[in-house]
C-alpha cells in the first residue's frame, strides 16, 4: 500500500523521501508550498495541526508528523531495509543521538532564521533573532564535526537513515557553501549520500 507524503521541495520531507526510497516503498508526494505559507492554510492543519512538514499518512492513513518521529516510524514498519542497527545495538544509540540532537537543538534555529518575526512582538528585533539562529546553528554542527569520524558513515561502514538526517539537514541555512568549507566530515557524509543509487536521486531533486 502507498504512503502520502506532505512536503516540499528541500524541506523537512526529503529526508523522509530519501528514506522511502532506499526502502523502496510506493509514496504519493502532495505539495505544500512553504512559499506562501501554505503550510498554514486550514485544509493542510486539518492533517496537521502544527502547521508544519513534512507529514506523512501511512497506508491505514495514520498520521505521522515531525520528521524524526517519521522516520524512525518508517524504520519500524520496514526492518528489512536496515536504517538502523537493531534495538540492544550500541550503534542504534549512537545514531539516534545525533538525530535528536539535530532535531531538538538544530531545527529550532533553522525556524528562527527563517521567521525570526514570529519570535518577537518588536519587528526590529527580527535581523538580530536570525543572525543568532544562524550563528547557534553552526555552533551545532561544529560540535558534531568535532565529535563523529564516519568511515564513510556515520556508523562506519554501515549506513543508516542518521546519515540521510545529518546529510539533509547540513544543507540547510547557508549549509550548502557554509558546510564543505568548515565541516570536512559532515560534508563527507553529505557526498555520499548524493552517490547512492536509491537517494541519490530524491537528494539531486531537492538539492
Request: aromatic letters at 8%; proline letters at 10%; one cysteine or more.
Amino acid at each position: 500500500m502507498t504512503y502520502i507524503l506532505y512536503g516540499d521541495k528541500g524541506s523537512g520531507s526529503a529526508p523522509v523521501e530519501m528514506a522511502l526510497a532506499e526502502i523502496g516503498a510506493p509514496v504519493e508526494l502532495r505539495a505544500v508550498p512553504l512559499e506562501g505559507d501554505h503550510q498554514l492554510a486550514e485544509e493542510y492543519r486539518r492533517i496537521n495541526p502544527m502547521g508544519r512538514v513534512p507529514t506523512l499518512l501511512l497506508p491505514d492513513r495514520t498520521v505521522v508528523t515531525e520528521s524524526l518521529a517519521i522516520l524512525l516510524t518508517l524504520v519500524d514498519r520496514h526492518p528489512e531495509a536496515g536504517l538502523l542497527p537493531p534495538p540492544g545495538d550500541p550503534a542504534r544509540a549512537v545514531a539516534l543521538r545525533w538525530m535528536a540532537l539535530l532535531a531538538g537543538e538544530f531545527y529550532p534555529c533553522v525556524t528562527r532564521g527563517d521567521y525570526p518575526e514570529r519570535f518577537s512582538a518588536d519587528p526590529a528585533y527580527a535581523p538580530a533573532i536570525r543572525a543568532r539562529a544562524f550563528e547557534m546553528g553552526r555552533d551545532i554542527w561544529r560540535l558534531v564535526e568535532a565529535q563523529i569520524e564516519p568511515a564513510p558513515w556515520l556508523l562506519g561502514e554501515r549506513f543508516s537513515v542518521a546519515d540521510l538526517y545529518l546529510a539533509f539537514l547540513s544543507r540547510w541555512m547557508g549549509g550548502r557553501e557554509w558546510t564543505p568549507a568548515n565541516c570536512p566530515k559532515v560534508e563527507g557524509i553529505a557526498r555520499a549520500v548524493a552517490a547512492r543509487p536509491r537517494a541519490g536521486p530524491v537528494w539531486a531533486k531537492h538539492i
